[in-house]
């Protein structure tokens, strides 16, 4: 059975950062792209960043690129995104996603978990 168990969403400043982690279990992690994905309080779900199997390609959407990192550790079966220079749009449900192709399609996310929010506020 696939798991994907998100933590490390928090309430933070505009202007901080965070450090997501996504433990997966049930597959062979090394062998499948991976992505982040979002969803803010009455919007769609939004794709966020991939990443590849061997972790050396990496792709981000326009509204994260620079701020965000997202990154694998195949050994431990752990993906990761960091948060920087958080602002209020970038609140919401984050949610780590197991992906067949890459770069992956961005607009179905069927295999995914249960999320980690994330709430940027003063």
């Known amino acids: 059975e696939v798991q994907l168990v998100e933590s490390g969403g928090e309430m933070v400043h505009p202007g901080g950062s965070l450090r997501l982690t996504c433990v997966a279990s049930?597959?062979?992690?090394?062998?499948?792209?991976m992505s982040w994905a979002r969803q803010a309080p009455g919007k769609d779900l939004e794709w966020i960043a991939a990443?590849?199997?061997?972790?050396?390609?990496?792709e981000y959407a326009s509204a994260v690129e620079g701020r965000f990192t997202i990154s694998r550790d195949n050994a431990e079966n752990t993906l990761s995104l960091q948060l920087n220079n958080l602002q209020s749009e970038d609140s919401g449900l984050y949610f780590c996603?197991?992906?067949?192709?890459?770069?992956?399609?961005?607009?179905?996310?069927?295999?995914r978990g249960q999320g980690t929010q994330v709430i940027v506020s003063s």
């Open positions: 996603v197991r992906e067949h192709l890459f770069p992956p399609e961005k607009l179905r996310f069927p295999e």
């Open positions: 049930g597959f062979d992690f090394d062998r499948y792209p």
């Open positions: 990443i590849n199997g061997w972790g050396t390609r990496t």
